[in-house]
């Protein structure tokens, strides 16, 4: 075993060194840390691995060699942010992403079809994520004071709400989008994750713990987090898989 993962580091590095050595780019310009960058496989161009960026009021696209592909929001004047956007989330499918602005307007794009919906919520958008035609995302009262988590079906144009005095940082869908993981990770105070089931509406699991970061698994019926160097497997109906000592702290995974 000692020998496969020592062959395997091997393989791993000389990989990573030839992606830096050949394909690191640099792109300039004002980018929010708050912002997530996605790096997406083109399907019209085999391999070539492009970043999807949010700048100012729109959202580019740059192969890896700094050549700049589309710009997303611009193509029709009318359909660009106003404000700076401040969030951006792809659907695992990728077929389409989300985006949020400095004005709480979320906007809902298919990556062939253009901008699928805009949305004006009233209360301060925090995380967001999108499965299918299904937003999720952390509402905010002006005061800074948690409004719940809103599940929104834009297409349907139906909304629920999920009651949560939290204030979580971070919102996932399970891929299956049947259930829904809120979790805020351990930085100022005690850490917290929090799942739901979306068909009943019902917390199928919430756990305080030094939390570091979490997710479910593709194909839907586990999740995991990891808590100060060890890492937690339950599956979707509460109940614990199994735990490992990892030895490191993780930030993604």
């Known amino acids: 075993i000692f020998l496969v993962w020592a062959c395997l580091g091997v393989i791993y590095s000389a990989t990573a060194q030839e992606i830096v050595a050949k394909r690191t780019v640099t792109i300039t310009g004002k980018i929010t840390s708050s912002v997530k960058k996605h790096f997406l496989v083109d399907e019209y161009q085999k391999g070539n691995f492009y970043a999807r960026i949010a700048l100012g009021n729109n959202i580019h696209d740059y192969l890896v060699n700094g050549e700049q592909i ?3 929001s611009a193509d029709v004047e009318s359909d660009k942010h106003s404000k700076r956007i401040n969030n951006l989330e792809m659907d695992a499918d990728k077929k389409s992403f989300v985006s949020v602005d400095e ?3 979320i906007k809902v794009w298919g990556n062939a079809s253009g901008l699928r919906a805009t949305i004006q919520e009233k209360l301060i958008v925090g995380d967001i994520a999108i499965n299918g035609s299904k937003l999720a995302y952390l509402a905010f009262n002006p005061s800074g004071s948690s409004a719940g988590i809103k599940v929104y079906d834009y297409l349907g144009k139906k909304s629920f709400s999920l009651k949560t005095n939290d204030l979580f940082m971070e919102v996932r869908f399970s891929p299956d989008g049947k259930y829904l993981m809120a979790y805020k990770p351990n930085i100022l105070d005690g850490g917290k994750i929090t799942v739901w089931d979306l068909t009943t509406r019902k917390i199928i699991f919430s756990e305080i ?11 839907s019926k586990y999740f ?5 160097k060890k890492i937690y497997k339950y599956g979707v109906d509460g109940k614990q898989v199994y735990s490992s000592e990892i030895g490191v702290e993780t930030r993604k995974h």
Not at 209 to 219: E, K, L, M, S, W
């Open 70 to 72: 589309k710009t997303l």
């Open 103 to 105: 004005s709480n307007v």
């Open 209 to 219: 713990t030094n939390i570091q970061t979490a997710d479910f698994t593709p194909n």
């Open 224 to 228: 995991v987090y990891e808590a100060y």
